[in-house]
């Protein structure tokens, strides 16, 4: 059985695996506590030992869903890595003070967030914090004391940032150290590539962590001229290598010299199989340019 290979984030960061069980629809999968955890076992079994969490996901549920399944077995914690994010306040239900969605840092909100987060899963801390997404009132001081508070209560190991852009990230990791930023790339999805953010990342050698990397489903699923253009080259790839496009998409990202991570967002075994079986495949430079063009719908200059 192929296993996922494991990455070291940054220097003196945490030890990853290369491919991460995202939990953001987890919620929709309508599972049972035993069945949930069965999908963290079979992940497991295939090297996929980081799971992706957030405050907000599910609105405000997952990560309590996610708690039940590992309480009936918490010694399964130690195997695993736990990621989680804060920082957005969403109008919910389960949230009747908030008025209006917006972004909150500040140093009590972060805090609050996270000792909810661990309440919720039943755990004493998370293995890596996220922010989640950029805030514009944010004060990297505040940030930065609230992750030392953070961390020296020993309740979040290493932290990051998620979804900031170069200039944001270099402002928050000049006040505390920060050891990835998780970011939107796929065939669909292409900025990364040019505004700075995966250049930095290999400056930084800050392990990049992907999200929505078969875009959020659209690449087998959309019909427009550029997710066609995609599909037609995936397929052709695909079968001179003898797997599925899903395969090859996956592929064309961990190609990349920042060294990704790439999230899964399917609730099933044999999708984050393909995800892990991406990781044996290197792309040749022409395979992965192809790829690119047809997603530009041009080649190169």
């Known amino acids: 059985m192929q296993q996922a290979p494991r990455i070291t984030l940054a220097p ?17 999968w309508q599972r049972t506590p035993a069945q949930r955890l069965l999908l963290v076992e079979q992940a497991i079994a ?8 957030a405050d907000i996901y599910g609105g405000y549920t997952s990560e309590a869903l996610f ?33 209006v ?6 140093r009590a909100h972060l805090i609050a967030s996270v000792e909810h987060s661990l309440r919720m899963m039943g ?5 890596l914090l996220l922010i989640h997404r950029p805030d514009p009132l944010m004060d990297a001081d505040e940030v930065a004391d609230a992750f030392d508070q953070l961390r020296r209560d020993g309740k979040v190991r290493y932290f990051g940032a998620s979804n900031f852009t170069p200039t944001q990230f270099a402002l928050l990791a000049a006040r505390f150290p920060l050891v990835t930023n998780q970011v939107e790339l796929s065939l669909l999805h292409l900025p990364p590539l040019d505004d700075g953010t995966l250049d930095q990342a290999q400056q930084l050698r800050c392990a ?21 253009r995609v599909r037609a080259k995936l397929a052709q790839i695909a079968a001179s290598r003898g797997v599925t496009p899903a395969v090859i998409a996956y592929a064309w990202i961990l190609r990349h010299p920042s060294h990704p991570l790439v999230l899964t967002g399917s609730g ?30 041009s080649e190169v200059a």
């Open 12 to 28: 003196g960061g945490p030890d990853f695996s290369r491919v991460v069980l995202g939990l953001w629809r987890l919620a929709e």
């Open 46 to 53: 295939l090297g996929v030992t980081t799971i992706d969490q």
């Open 67 to 99: 708690g039940e399944a590992l309480a009936l077995s918490p010694g399964l914690r130690q195997q695993l890595q736990i990621v989680s994010k804060c920082g957005i306040r969403l109008v919910h239900p389960n949230r009747p003070a908030h008025g």
């Open 101 to 106: 969605k917006h972004y909150d840092t500040d």
């Open 123 to 127: 755990t004493d801390y998370l293995d």
């Open 208 to 228: 990049p962590m992907i999200w929505s990397a078969l875009g959020g489903g659209r690449l087998f699923s959309d019909d427009s001229a550029q997710v066609r």
């Open 268 to 297: 099933r075994i044999t999708a984050i199989a393909e995800a892990v079986a991406a990781t044996r495949i290197v792309l040749t430079r022409e395979e992965w340019f192809a790829l690119w063009c047809a997603s530009r719908g």
